[in-house]
Every structure is written in C-alpha cells, then in structure tokens.
C-alpha cells in the first residue's frame, strides 16, 4: 500500500546547527515531492519541492535530497534559526486525471533551542 | 490578495448539529481541496473540485457534503456532526493540474464535537 512516512516524530537542534528531517515513500510512480512547514495554530506552507526524475534541488537555506533507489526524502536546513521551529512534513504528489493525489506524511515536529 | 481565507476559525458543535465551513480563495485558482488533520495522521483528503460546479470525493469523503457553486468559494457542510469529525479542516487550492503547482492552505478550522 502507499506510506508516505517521517522516521522520527521529534527532532531537536541547537540554533546555528544544520538540520536534517527524513521522509520515506513506499509508491514509486510519483511526479513530485513537496516538502511543507507548518507552524502552529497554521496552515501548511511550501518550503520546497523535487521532480521524481531529480536528485538535489537547493533553496535558500533548504536543500531537498531525493534517493529514488531506498525511496528516501530528506529536507536539511543549514543555520537552524528559532524561526524554523515548527512542523515539517512531506508530501508526494501525482497528477491523477482531474486532480492531483497527494499523500501527505505524519510531520516531524523541529525544536530549535536557542 | 488575501490568499487562502477559511471561517469560523474555531467551533463547538453538539453531536447531531450541523455547520458549514466555508473556504474563500481570491487567486481565481480552479482546483480546491478540503483536508483534514488529526494527531498521528498526515491530512487526509475530504472532498475535491476542479472547477466551479463540480465536486467529487476524497479519501474520507462520509459524513461530509461539499458545495462549489462559485468558483471562489468552496463550502463543506457536516449535516449530523459526530465526535470522530472532530479535527482541524484546512481548505487548499491550486491553479490548475500542473506536476509543478503546489496548493496553497488556508489557515485551517479547528472543529470540537461534543
């Protein structure tokens, strides 16, 4: 069946330090992958995403690994700021006829201490 | 622009009332999705529509009815609320079905049946 699914529910970093948020998948025949944040008492928010047919893909202090051979998704963020301190999950993405199916990961709630 | 907006933020129903939650989007976007979010569980599609008129159902679409009848606006109604509805519904929406288009959130209705 299909899991989209984060291996540790709770991850803590000392500020300045980088972090690194894991994802696995179990279905394959997927277009995208999104990586979204949510802070609390808020609604998801996109922080970056990756084509299937890719590897790395960078934003600004984010980048998003994708290894397609063990379905694994990673998201780092270099210099950890309090400000990243919410909820990250993932999302796999495959358009589907008339909508686009996501399946949506459990989150792995991120701690910055300061 | 306003995005993504969703009313009443916060509700308290009795089990065996009926609301309607309403989900407004500004953007002129085509698609539009209610979600729900419950602890230990990434969200889990309700009901869908692709464009004004139309609707169609979801992952969990029981106990939930929708409404597109204009193309802002998205309406979900829980016509007998039980206490397994309880949940925080976040309402989405993307300009059309692109492998590259990512949704947009509100910022969710938390929902308590009592």
């Known amino acids: 069946g299909e899991n989209v699914g984060l291996h540790l529910p709770t991850l803590s970093v000392q500020e300045g330090d980088n972090s690194i948020i894991n994802c696995a998948y179990s279905?394959?025949?997927?277009?995208?992958f999104i990586w979204y944040k949510q802070e609390s008492g808020k609604g998801p928010q996109f922080i970056i995403d990756?084509?299937?047919?890719?590897d790395k893909r960078q934003g600004q202090r984010v980048t998003v690994l994708l290894n397609k051979t063990v379905k694994h998704l990673s998201l780092q963020i270099a210099a950890t700021q309090p400000g990243d301190s919410a909820v990250y999950f993932c999302?796999?993405?495959?358009?589907?006829?008339?909508?686009?199916?996501?399946?949506f990961g459990t989150g792995t709630k991120l701690q910055v201490i300061p | 622009n306003a995005g993504v907006t969703q009313t009443p933020k916060f509700r308290v129903l009795k089990t065996g009332q009926s609301m309607t939650l309403l989900c407004a989007q500004d953007?002129?976007?085509?698609?539009m999705y209610w979600y729900r979010q419950d602890p230990g569980m990434g969200l889990r599609l309700i009901h869908y529509?692709?464009?004004?008129?139309?609707?169609a159902k979801g992952e969990v679409p029981d106990g939930y009815n929708v409404s597109r009848l204009k193309k802002q606006n998205f309406l979900l109604g829980l016509e007998s609320a039980a206490p397994s509805q309880t949940s925080v519904y976040f309402c989405?929406?993307?300009?059309?079905?692109?492998?590259?288009?990512?949704?947009?959130f509100g910022p969710g209705t938390r929902l308590l049946v009592l």
């Open positions: 953007m002129n976007h085509e698609y």
């Open positions: 529509s692709v464009g004004e008129g139309t609707t």
């Open positions: 279905n394959s025949a997927s277009d995208y």
């Open positions: 990756i084509r299937s047919n890719m």
């Open positions: 999302a796999e993405i495959r358009g589907n006829g008339g909508y686009q199916k996501v399946t």
């Open positions: 989405a929406s993307i300009p059309g079905l692109a492998a590259k288009e990512t949704q947009y």
